[in-house]
C-alpha cells in the first residue's frame, strides 16, 4: 500500500512540476502516475545497474553523480513515452532534481 501511495504522490508531483516548470509538457494526471510508474520501475532496474557500476563516482562526488544518472533516467523516460516531453538536458536536469527530492522525501516518510 506504501508504494503505491508513494508512485500516487510521485505522480502528482511530477504533474505539479510540469504545470510549473516551463519546458515540461504532461498531458494530464493519468500521464503524470505513467510517468512515475515508468521512471520507477526503470530507476529499479536499469538504475540499479547504472548506480552499482558508478560507485567510484558517485563515491567521489560525494553522491552528486547520482542526479547525472537520474538525469538519463527521466530523459529515458521521456523517449519512452509520448505523452510526456521534456525540451532540453538543462531542463531535464532541474527536473531530475526535484523529483529526486520529492522521491527521497517519500523515501524517508514511506
Not at 1 to 16: E, P, Y
Not at 37 to 62: C, D, R
Amino acid at each position: 500500500m506504501d508504494l503505491i501511495l508513494h508512485f500516487i504522490i510521485l505522480g502528482i508531483a511530477i504533474f505539479l512540476l510540469a504545470r510549473i516548470m516551463p519546458g515540461i509538457w504532461v498531458k494530464n494526471l493519468a500521464t503524470a502516475l505513467l510517468v512515475a510508474l515508468v521512471y520507477g520501475l526503470i530507476n529499479i532496474t536499469l538504475g540499479s545497474v547504472l548506480k552499482f557500476f558508478a560507485l567510484p563516482f558517485i563515491f567521489i562526488t560525494v553522491g552528486l553523480f547520482l542526479l547525472l544518472i537520474n538525469t538519463f533516467l527521466l530523459w529515458l523516460t521521456d523517449q519512452i513515452l509520448d505523452d510526456f516531453e521534456i525540451d532540453n538536458m538543462t531542463t531535464t536536469f532541474a527536473a531530475a532534481v526535484a523529483i529526486t527530492l520529492v522521491d527521497a522525501l517519500l523515501g524517508f516518510i514511506f
